[in-house]
């Protein structure tokens, strides 16, 4: 594992990803420090939204819609979503509480 500046060690899973999204270690570094922070079951994911782009910077274009999904102090995954990013990250997944427990309610019916 790799350390970034503001103490935050990429993952070889986000290291992965980064290369093949042709994200650079910059460009992660300018999400963490101006993207918007969401906060969702433990993880928090830094989004870089075009409005939140500071002005100046010569690679602006690239910078929208990259998402970087942390866990503690970790990258977890670093990904390109213009559109859904944030939506997605919002909306909680389905929880189940017959599946971990290995029962169902049909089974009390036998």
């Known amino acids: 594992m790799k350390t970034l500046a503001m103490n935050y060690t990429l993952t070889q899973h986000a290291q992965l990803r980064m290369s093949q999204r042709n994200v650079s270690r910059e460009d ?3 999400v963490l420090q101006h993207g918007k922070v969401e906060y969702r079951a433990g993880t928090v994911l830094y989004f870089m939204s075009k409005r939140r782009i500071p002005a100046g910077i ?14 503690g102090k970790r990258i977890i995954t670093v990904y390109r979503n213009r559109k859904r990013a944030l ?9 189940d509480m017959y599946k971990n427990i290995g029962w169902s309610p049909a089974r009390l019916a036998l």
């Open 28 to 30: 992660v570094l300018l």
């Open 58 to 71: 010569a690679h602006a274009e690239r910078l929208e819609g990259i998402a970087v999904l942390c866990k």
């Open 87 to 95: 939506k997605n990250h919002r909306r909680k997944s389905k929880y």
